[in-house]
């Protein structure tokens, strides 16, 4: 059963942006680590960006510069805005949670224990 809830995937082209909202019904992550990964068909799944409970946070570098992680605590909500989007871009966008509020490797998935289901982000050329 997925703890998160993602949206905002779509089909768009090269150049475009998209903002992926994050929700957690039922549950409270305003001191969870929070982060967005991507995966391909037959790939692993690759960190994308972090954020801590202050707002610290962390990006690959093949996004840094065109998309920006952020999160609304109030409203138990985490967003992924993407800019500038490149075919490469495509993949299925997770968003996750870890247990606490720290981690000492912010892009290993296996340091994550709530995900959602994904969303699907498709950038043409």
């Known amino acids: 059963q997925a703890h998160l809830e993602e949206s905002g995937g779509g089909l768009v082209q090269s150049g475009d942006s998209l903002r992926l909202p994050c929700v957690a019904p039922?549950?409270?992550?305003?001191?969870?680590?929070m982060g967005w990964f991507r995966q391909a068909s037959g790939k692993e799944r690759e960190f994308v960006a972090s954020?801590?409970?202050?707002?610290?946070?962390y990006y690959t570098d093949s996004v840094r510069g065109r998309f920006t992680i952020s999160r609304d605590n109030a409203k138990n909500m985490m967003f992924l805005i993407m800019s500038s989007l490149k075919p490469e871009d495509t993949d299925v966008y997770y968003c996750?949670?870890?247990?606490?509020?720290?981690?000492?490797?912010?892009?290993?998935?296996?340091?994550?224990?709530?995900w959602g289901q994904g969303t699907q982000v498709t950038v043409s050329s």
């Open positions: 954020i801590d409970w202050s707002g610290r946070t």
């Open positions: 039922g549950r409270t992550f305003w001191s969870n680590y």
């Open positions: 996750a949670a870890a247990k606490g509020g720290y981690l000492i490797v912010v892009s290993n998935a296996d340091e994550y224990v709530y």
